[in-house]
């Protein structure tokens, strides 16, 4: 086995002390089991940016800001400095949205350490203590699938009110471990207030999850959870324990175009007033 040029480091500074095997290679990063502190973690060893799959960014990191001022300014003019900054930042979006959501009551991986460009977190067993399989792995009755979909979409509600929308939210992307699901895979997170396309990410992420359990309960695939849960959002009624129906229907009122002229007619009337 090969061990990538990124875990050299962490073994020579003693924060793992055996690379055991890969676990799985993504579009963004490639998973080791590795032994630290005597016990099996997992480490993420992030792809640099040219060897990786995935495509338009762009979608993801609007909203996304770094506290440090010339770094932004950097970042913004893509100088190579800048897109150095962007990358670093890129990998801790992952590392930020996990303590975030932990804290916020998401089943996620626990982070331990961050370190030059690996990500060393918790390693997630199943009731057999081996490495927890992903949901696309797993068969499951009617009533599995549709108790995995509710506990799922709690997470995403939970996600939601803290302010993340996941981004890649699938069947690839949540675990089934000994004490039920686990959401991990962070890098695509966003900003759900400050991303134009939060609701269409957040729509996309809880239609790939519902397709697929709606594999094993059909019925899945009528619900409206990601509608109901967005316009509960908009509508700042959205709480990590709130009661969700997976119905939904769009508003079907008519814009007053008269009263919205009338309105603003008055305003200018108004500031008239005050300059005369």
């Not at 100088?79 to 975030?100: F, I, N, P, R």
């Not at 977190?121 to 009617?142: G, I, K, Q, V």
């Not at 995403?156 to 686990?182: F, Q, R």
């Not at 996309?204 to 594999?215: E, G, H, K, Y």
Request: hydrophobic fraction near 40%.
């Amino acid at each position: 086995m090969k061990i990538p040029d990124r875990l050299y480091p962490l073994l020579e500074m003693g924060l793992i002390q055996e690379v055991v095997r890969p676990l799985m290679s993504g579009k963004e990063a490639e998973v080791y089991i590795v032994i630290a502190d005597e016990r099996y973690r997992v480490a993420k060893v992030y792809k640099e940016a040219i060897h990786r799959s995935f495509h338009k960014k762009a979608a993801y990191t609007e909203g996304r800001r770094v506290r440090n001022t010339r770094q932004q300014r950097a970042m913004e003019k893509g100088s190579k400095y800048g897109k150095e900054q962007a990358e670093a930042a890129w990998q801790m979006t992952e590392v930020d949205a996990l303590y975030k959501l932990g804290a916020a009551g998401v089943r996620v991986p626990k982070p331990l350490v961050f370190s030059e460009g690996v990500l060393l977190m918790e390693l997630l067993l199943d009731p057999f203590d081996h490495p927890a399989p992903r949901l696309c792995d797993c068969s499951f009755t009617w009533q599995e699938a549709e108790n995995t979909h509710a506990f799922v979409m709690r997470q995403v509600v939970t996600m939601l009110c803290a302010g993340i929308v996941h981004g890649d939210l699938s069947e690839y992307n949540v675990l089934l471990a000994k004490d039920g699901p686990v959401i991990i895979d962070f890098p695509q997170a966003v900003d759900a207030a400050g991303n134009n396309s939060a609701r269409a990410i957040l729509l996309r992420d809880v239609n790939a999850i519902t397709s697929f359990l709606a594999r094993f309960s059909p019925r899945l695939a009528d619900s409206q959870f990601g509608p109901e849960i967005w316009s509960l959002y908009e509508r700042a009624q959205l709480f990590p324990d709130t009661r969700l129906t997976g119905r939904w229907r769009g508003s079907t009122r008519q814009a007053d175009v008269r009263a919205v002229r009338r309105e603003i007619d008055a305003a200018a009337r108004d500031a008239r007033t005050r300059r005369t």
